[in-house]
């Protein structure tokens, strides 16, 4: 690596690992992370009971953490690691609750017209690393992290997360994605696999082709 400062996102659906994948990477690689504000968010627990409701109060939050988040790494002169971006907060969750009927018309429209000025000033992360995991897998872990909020969420939910999270990282184009096969990379029992991910990222970074994992 050239020491420049390096930015990368961990992406991925809910119960792939980001934020373990996050911790660890900042761990080994001395990068520092910034975490998702799901604990934060005080609108969580009523979304979960009536998603309808409280589905444009909940992403509205996360959008304007996400931005204060991005405010705070831009001002850093060291590498950072993201545990997820501000582009699956739009195009994964916010569309998913449009779609199902969760989120109205009026309420999606004013929520992308937020979005997508916010993203003509945010620079995109030098890397996405995509964490791409089964829906029994996903919802299996779900389930052992025991959150309470999460009780709820149902097998399809998740998988039309999946479904969007699939088509979104098809199309996305604005920096290279590493995709991880996380149902068979255990990063967390087996340190070899996270010396994989971690070696993949900076080849990715450094402009070296890779094969996929």
């Known amino acids: 690596m050239d020491g420049k400062k390096r930015t990368i996102a961990i992406a991925g659906n809910i119960g792939a690992g980001k ?9 080994k690689l001395g990068w520092e ?5 799901v604990d934060e968010n005080p609108y969580l627990a009523d979304f979960y009971r009536d998603m309808k409701a409280w589905s444009f109060h909940s992403q509205v939050f996360f959008l304007a953490k996400r931005l204060r988040h991005y405010h705070e790494l831009l001002r850093r002169d060291h590498s950072v690691i993201q545990d997820r971006s501000v582009y699956e907060d739009a195009e994964i969750f916010a569309r998913n609750l449009y779609l199902q009927g969760h989120m109205s018309e009026r309420d999606y429209a004013t929520y992308r017209d937020i979005y997508e000025s916010v993203v003509l000033f945010i620079p995109p992360p030098d890397l996405v690393v995509y964490l791409r995991a089964s829906v029994s897998t996903l919802m299996e872990r779900i389930a052992m992290r025991g959150r309470g909020y999460e009780r709820n969420i149902s097998r399809k939910y ?18 290279p994605v590493l995709t991880i096969p996380a149902d ?8 070899h696999n996270l010396d994989i991910i971690s070696s993949r990222i900076m080849d990715k970074l450094s402009g ?3 094969i996929e994992l």
């Open 184 to 191: 068979e990379l255990d990063f967390v029992a087996d340190p």
């Open 33 to 37: 992370a910034f975490y998702e504000a």
């Open 208 to 210: 070296k082709e890779t």
């Open 158 to 175: 998740v998988e039309q997360l999946n479904r969007l999270y699939e088509e979104w990282i098809e199309r996305f184009d604005l920096c």
């Open 19 to 27: 934020s373990t994948l996050t911790e660890l990477l900042s761990r």
